[in-house]
């Protein structure tokens, strides 16, 4: 299995504060990889860091074969971002909003038409193409939003806990799209406060106080904690934490 995301012992101080310690894991090509953690755990200093938005203390990592040191624009380039906090922009259509990214993304205007329409088509929004974003309903705006993250077609999207706030029903089908990305290759690394959606990631891993305390497929993480569920798995290991959210 070819690796995308390789890290050795990545580390993010904060004066005397640590708040990824020492994190060594692989995700690999195609890969759904849960990374979860209660609040205060080191979950957003570890992503912005294999975003290459924030440059580790030491320690060494890999992300779509770039140096997280010395490649951060490579690898920004290379990877898709949608944050927990909805970032399309509601003044724009919908048409208007791919268009945009896509041409942030350095796509040509040939690309840019042809992706505008596969997009419009793949998600069923070719009637809402003229609407404004903010008119939409927060469940297609989440799917819009995801869909644009992947319109340059980068090997990794980073997901922040996609489907805050949305129904069961649009978080299944946002699944689905997520399904389809790792199905044509694209690895799907995913925060998420829903104890289910980690049943839907092939492996997953769990930060406590800054380190990674279980990383397994959920089937092998809740046969080794002896539950029935990730939500018994996550509480086992969270209910311990000693650090407040930072």
């Known amino acids: 299995m070819e690796a995308v995301i390789s890290t050795n012992k990545l580390t993010k101080r904060f004066g005397q504060f640590i708040a990824a310690n020492e994190l060594t894991f692989d995700v690999y090509k195609g890969e759904i990889f849960g990374f979860l953690g209660a609040n205060g755990a080191g979950k957003t200093t570890a992503m912005r860091m294999l975003c290459g938005l924030s440059i580790p203390s030491s320690g060494a990592a890999t992300i779509a074969g770039f140096d997280v040191y010395k490649q951060t624009e490579q690898i920004k380039k290379n990877i898709g971002y949608m944050s927990q906090k909805f970032s399309l922009y509601e003044d724009l259509t919908v048409a208007e909003n791919i268009r945009f990214y896509a041409g942030i993304y350095g796509l040509k205007i040939p690309e840019i038409k042809a992706k505008t329409i596969e997009l419009l088509e793949r998600l069923g929004m070719m ?105 018994d798995v996550f509480y086992k290991l969270a209910r311990n934490a000693k650090r407040a959210e930072q």
């Open 127 to 231: 009637n809402e193409a003229k609407k404004l974003v903010r008119e939409l309903p927060l469940g297609w705006k989440q799917k819009l939003a995801f869909s644009v993250s992947l319109v340059h077609s980068p090997k990794i999207v980073f997901l922040d806990e996609p489907t805050g706030g949305v129904d069961p029903v649009t978080r299944r089908q946002f699944w689905d799209l997520i399904y389809y990305a790792a199905d044509s290759g694209v690895t799907v690394f995913v925060t998420t406060h829903y104890m289910d959606e980690a049943e839907y990631c092939n492996r997953v891993s769990i930060m406590v106080d800054g380190v990674i305390e279980a990383l397994d497929s959920p089937r092998n993480l809740k046969r080794q904690f002896e539950v029935d569920s990730m939500e």
